[in-house]
């Protein structure tokens, strides 16, 4: 069968279920239709406002988002949510009140909820997140909500797919609210003090208010909202805030999602190496790409696995283009690979970079190869890379 017949651009375009549902799974899957849907949504991205919730487990995301969707249905807008959280009620470990409320939405076209295996990889969003992204955008979604479980490199990776980043409070997290990591207060749009029901909240928001003094940037100040979900208490004042960042938002801001994609496929067209292994794009963003390669004749070793060379050229191909996302080159001057378990021919790995750190010359990324299958680990790679006082060549030259 065909990709035209598969997933018809005009029914992905208008938003019909069942083929969005499909394409979210090929791209899920890391199949190998993803380049045709990718090509098909590319001129119809761009137009949604992505909203990143972030925080404990139990915090009160889900609920919040429960009723974030009824605010934003009642003022017209199409809402789709990506939960990459394992013990999200959207993954189907419901319990029952939780059923009841996103019950309450089924059978609303305008709403769409997806869950996403987070697969284990360490960068906390699945690596096909940035593609079901764009596609909900494509199919005609207004807000896109994505929920991940706060796990500190989550949180920092979810800055690079959203406009807005809400981080979630609840009350009673006492002392703990220390442990919101000062990279966390950095990248926060807005931090809402959920379940404020509770007493313990006065103080979890005069908590949350002290911290942010210690903030580098001074010239923005994140507001602190207070919400209650069983009687939508502020939700209008969040949605409000929400939209009247539309013109704001970074993804919008920068057009970075695209551009970064477009750079990074360029650059691994013009890679005779990666062309000659297979290696293909699957997503990237600004300080990290996934790579994937099919383990074909020419990848085998004497002992009729992969070789270990070409793991690393997979994954230090993914590295490199992660590193060199910014425009900016950057080379690679150590790297160690360590392999956890043998691959079979005619497996698909993928390998996802991502930046640990970056300074003016020096950058660290982490690299995860898994099996495409499963996700099960395959090999891990480390690399410090050197940044050249130069640019990219541009386009065409
Ligand atoms: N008292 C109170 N409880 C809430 C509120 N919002 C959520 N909860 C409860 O907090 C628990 C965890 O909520 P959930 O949305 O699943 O958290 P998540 O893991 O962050 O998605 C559930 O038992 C909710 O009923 C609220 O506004 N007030
Ligand atoms: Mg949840």
Not at 89 to 106: K, S
Not at 188 to 210: G, I, Y
Not at 268 to 291: K, M, N
Request: proline residues 3%; glycine residues 12%; hydrophobic residues 40%.
């Amino acid at each position: 069968m065909s990709t035209v017949t598969e997933f018809p651009i005009e029914d992905i375009l208008r938003g019909d279920r069942r083929t969005v549902a499909r394409a979210v799974t090929a791209l899920e899957n890391g199949d190998e239709r993803i380049h045709d849907i990718r090509s098909a949504i590319a001129g119809h991205v761009g137009r949604a406002q992505v909203v990143g919730v972030t925080g404990p487990p139990g915090g009160g995301k889900s609920t919040l988002i429960s009723v974030l969707i009824k605010e934003f249905r009642s003022r017209g807008l199409k809402v789709a949510v990506i939960a990459v959280d394992p013990s999200s009620p959207f993954t189907g470990g419901a319990v029952l009140g939780d059923r009841i409320r996103m019950g309450e939405t089924q059978g609303d076209e305008g709403v769409f909820i997806r869950s996403l295996a987070s697969r284990g990889h360490l960068g906390g969003l699945n690596i096909a997140a940035a593609d079901v992204i764009d596609l909900f955008d494509a199919a005609g979604f207004d807000v896109l909500i994505v929920e991940t479980v706060g796990s500190g490199q989550a949180e920092v990776e979810i800055t690079r797919y959203a406009d807005t980043r809400l981080v979630i409070c609840p009350p009673g997290l006492g002392d703990d609210i220390q442990a919101i990591k000062a990279g966390i207060l950095e990248i926060a749009d807005a931090f809402v003090v959920t379940k404020a029901d509770l007493p313990d909240s006065a103080r979890t928001e005069s908590q949350l208010r002290a911290m942010l003094t210690l903030r580098t940037d001074k010239t923005i100040v994140p507001p602190v909202m207070k919400t209650v979900a069983s009687t939508g208490e502020r939700i209008p004042e969040l949605v409000d805030w929400i939209c009247s960042r539309e013109k704001t938002g970074t993804r919008h801001q920068s057009g970075s999602a695209q551009s970064v994609r477009k750079l990074l496929s360029r650059l691994i067209q013009a890679d005779g190496f990666a062309q000659q292994l297979g290696l293909e794009l699957i997503a990237a963003s600004q300080g990290s790409a996934t790579v994937r390669m099919r383990v074909q004749d020419m990848h085998i070793n004497f002992n009729g696995r992969c070789h270990g060379g070409a793991i690393f050229s997979l994954g230090d191909t993914a590295l490199g283009l992660a590193c060199n996302s910014y425009g900016q080159i950057a080379t690679l001057v150590d790297g160690q690979l360590s392999i956890t378990s043998a691959v079979e021919p005619g497996e698909w790995l993928v390998a996802h970079a991502f930046e640990v750190s970056r300074s003016r010359k020096i950058g660290s990324y982490r690299v995860n190869v898994t099996r495409a299958k499963n996700g099960g680990h395959v090999a891990g790679l480390h690399g410090t890379v050197y940044l050249l006082d130069k640019s990219l060549p541009a386009e065409g030259t």
